[in-house]
């Protein structure tokens, strides 16, 4: 749902993922999101903005020379830092990709799909879940903009215009649990949102 206006954004885009990354840095979400990467050897990551997950995951451990890392975005100025955090990161080999996941059928297999606060910024969350299953087993997502009380999907307009998602727990996990995917929800604290009801999801898809 960004669009064009996302990736022309220029330093803004850096700016953004800067201050997010400061706010995200060591929260259940992320902590949750690299555990998981942390136990396969492919990962590909949808939405990889500056490259900050990609640090997190190598600090964490995750920098054996049989593991290869993809990253996905389709902002230029956010995959040009990501290249360069990636060029120097000795620890990690991979690629940065300026493409967006839902329009490119060559997406590289993968052990897991990672996908951090991206589902409530998609047109069809569910075919971007569809899609990354796709390409790998597992698929872990960080969903943002959880309402910890409400079962029904919503869509709300952001602070800078943009026209997202809102999910329920309930509706969101109900329509993912389909085809025999074995499905793990884990609702956390949202370090952006201070009212109580406001919470994030850590979402693991199995097929």
Known sequence: ??????????????????????????????????????????????????????????????SKRSRRYVGYE?????????????????KVRGSIELLDFMADDGAPEADVVVANAV????????AFIDRALEVAPVVALGVGYIHADADAMSTYVDRVGHVDWRFGVNDLVEGVAKDDRRVEAAVVPNPLRAAPNHRELVLIIRR
């Open 74 to 90: 389709f902002s230029e100025v956010a995959a040009k830092a990501a290249a360069e955090r990636l060029a120097a990161n000795k």
């Open 119 to 126: 589902l409530e910024h998609q047109p069809r969350p569910f």
């Open 1 to 62: 749902m960004f669009g064009d206006t996302w990736r022309a954004e220029g330093g803004l885009v850096l700016d953004f993922w800067n201050w997010m990354w400061s706010k995200r840095h060591g929260t259940p979400m992320v902590e949750a999101l690299i555990a998981e990467a942390k136990n396969h050897r492919r990962v590909l990551e949808v939405g990889c903005g500056a490259g900050h997950f990609l640090d997190d995951l190598a600090e964490a451990g995750w």
